[in-house]
């Protein structure tokens, strides 16, 4: 029988054959992975650019963007848990985004975490997830401390949580504070070079309390993010009360204790957290006046600490 009237491969062909389908594979994947990165990181830039919108808009109807807590170490607090367990900036923001609706669940005349605010810290707004992390659920069951962990939070300037000195460095004003909403025009170092927003991660357990990091919609501190180290910083998180287990923190340094031995008010003030993604190379942040850029992970430390200060007079140089 002659060639010309074979009809099947040889071993050797289909093994060129796969080999060949092989190759296409493995160069085909990167190329799917980098374009469904792009798709992500678009999207939550997407989402940050609406939060930023929002509070702009809040800014326009209220005179001042959201306090960035209702309560303080300093408020009589008669609510369930302490001061850090009332409202944040996240309630405030319901009008902004397109979620009225949620909004007028809120019962600002006790904490949040009073059980008459358990449907509204138990609604799911997706605005809030990066689509390479996502929205947590946090002791869903409980009427009293059922929240959601999510990823974009707000600017607490250059040092940490109670916006005192850290470390030597002196806290130099930040676009979002306790108690009192903050004017634009009172950010002297200009809203094109102050940061308003950014990411971080949020763990991952669903089988209790977590720890601050990432519990973003009270006044724990996990609703922050400050520039006293740069975004992805190998430099762990400092957090109150409660450190998150290894493996909820999924790749990232393990926090340690802000102040352990101190009262849970103390430890909270001396919190720090830092802006961190999912995204590999770099945070998404929104500024002041509402753009919003890719941050790398190489950005040099003092140029993100300047620009997360609001009065802080720091000369801003594109060679930094």
């Known amino acids: 029988m002659g060639m010309a009237n074979r009809k099947a491969f040889t071993l050797i062909e289909l093994l060129v ?18 374009v469904l990165e792009a798709a992500a990181r678009s999207q939550c830039s997407a989402n940050i650019n609406q939060l930023a919108l929002g509070m702009i808009a809040h800014h326009d109807a ?10 303080w170490v300093d408020t009589t607090y008669t609510g369930p848990g302490g001061w850090y367990d009332d409202h944040g900036w996240y309630s405030s923001m319901g009008p902004y985004i397109g979620q009225e609706g949620w909004y007028h669940t809120i019962d600002f005349s006790v904490s949040f975490s009073d059980a008459r605010n358990y449907a509204a810290r138990q609604t799911l707004i997706q605005v809030f997830a990066c689509p390479k992390d996502g929205l947590r659920l946090d002791e869903w069951s409980s009427s009293t401390w059922a929240r959601v962990r999510f990823n974009y939070v707000v600017n607490w300037a250059n040092t940490n949580y ?6 030597g460095v002196p806290f130099l004003g930040a676009p979002f504070k306790p108690k009192f909403g903050v004017k634009l025009d009172q950010i002297r170092d200009g809203t094109s070079t102050t940061l308003m927003m950014s990411e971080i991660i949020t763990t991952n357990t669903t089988s209790g309390w977590d720890g601050p990091l990432s519990d973003s919609s009270t006044s724990l501190g996990g609703q922050t993010f400050n520039g006293f180290y740069p ?18 923190v999924d790749g990232f340094p393990m926090p340690v204790r802000a102040g352990a031995g101190q009262s849970a008010s103390a430890e909270t003030l001396l919190q720090v957290f830092v802006a961190r993604s999912r995204h590999g190379t770099g945070v998404n942040a929104a500024m002041c006046d509402r753009s919003v850029r890719y941050v790398s992970n190489g950005i040099n430390p003092a140029l993100w600490r300047a620009l997360s200060t609001a009065n802080g007079g720091e000369r801003i140089s594109d060679d930094q």
């Open 17 to 34: 054959v796969i080999a060949i389908i092989a190759v296409l594979i493995g160069l085909l994947i990167p190329a799917v992975q980098g």
């Open 62 to 71: 209220k005179g001042t963007l959201p306090h960035g807590t209702k309560s």
């Open 162 to 167: 109670g916006q005192t000195s850290q470390a």
């Open 231 to 248: 975004p992805n910083s190998p430099n762990p998180d400092m957090v109150a009360r409660q450190l998150p287990t290894a493996a909820s």
